[in-house]
């Protein structure tokens, strides 16, 4: 049953995915906003199934389904659309909307080239510490998928010099400013879940191996990445100071570096470099 739930999760997500981009592209202001709102029920719909799908299978393993690539895959795509639809709802704007529903698309087929089987948890994930850190991780993962999403739409759109006008704003202006303030929110909020993982997996660690640091190489990219989204948040602030001009497109590729540096925390780390998060 939840593997039929992820089934149908990735075809409404797809749907999702072919409608969002319809509607930043059609010219009747009426036709676009009927678009607008059933690419964000599709979405909503897919998050939804994906949601029961967890739950079931939560049920089923009777521990937090987080444990291997698979389990955490199908977290993601389950935590990117729960992030984009809360920055859409806040900001009014869909134009991201197209490639978060791709990005869910991608978990999803990632996470089929993975063992689905329910398996016994080794002794170091025996503990509750695995909801808080691992859920708290991948929020903050799915932030950041959004956020560089939204720098990749806002990179296109100053390339190009013009914004569609179902995108959700007034003029090509609006629409940069709003996407502007679109991926920053993103990562405020992706930073501040990712820190938290960070602290819980500290905390956990202490608790399993006996030391809250060890430099482990999953570790050691976590701060990496973390560092990387501190620096973009820090330069919000100060950029004046080093003498850059465009502050938001150095924020736009920050977020795209800081997303890459997430990609390989995720799957590099466990595929390239041994430790002691190799079980994952």
């Known amino acids: ?61 009777n521990r937090p389904p987080f444990s291997n690539m698979y389990e955490s895959l199908i977290l993601f795509a389950w935590a990117i659309p729960l992030i ?53 991780c991948f929020v903050g993962y799915a932030a950041f998928a959004i956020s560089a999403a939204a720098s990749v739409v806002y990179l296109i759109l100053i390339a190009s010099g013009r914004a569609p006008k179902a995108a959700g704003a007034a003029s090509p202006t609006e629409a940069v400013r709003v996407l502007q303030s679109f991926n920053y929110e993103a990562v405020r909020f992706g930073f501040l879940f990712l820190g938290i993982g960070i602290i819980t997996g500290a905390v956990w660690a202490n608790e399993a191996w006996g030391t809250y640091w060890s430099w482990d190489p999953k570790e050691t990219w976590s701060l990496i990445t973390w560092i990387i989204y501190a620096i973009m948040i820090h330069f919000k602030y100060v950029s004046g100071r080093f003498g850059i001009k465009d502050i938001n497109f150095f924020n736009a590729v920050c977020s795209i570096l800081g997303f890459l540096a997430v990609v390989f925390t995720y799957f590099g780390v466990n595929f390239l470099l041994s430790g002691l998060h190799s079980y994952a």
């Open 1 to 61: 049953m939840s593997g039929t739930l992820v089934n149908f999760s990735f075809l409404t997500f797809i749907i999702a995915s072919f409608v969002y981009a319809a509607n930043n592209f059609v010219k009747r202001e009426k036709l676009g906003k009927a678009l607008g709102y059933a690419g964000s029920l599709s979405l909503l719909a897919g998050l939804v199934m994906m949601t029961a799908a967890i739950l079931i299978r939560w049920r089923l393993a």
């Open 84 to 136: 984009y639809l809360i920055l859409e709802f806040a900001y009014r704007i869909r134009v991201a909307g197209a490639i978060a529903s791709i990005l869910a698309v991608i978990a999803i087929a990632a996470a089929s080239f993975f063992d689905n089987t329910i398996e016994a948890l080794v002794p170091a994930l025996q503990s509750n510490w695995l909801l808080y850190h691992v859920l708290t």
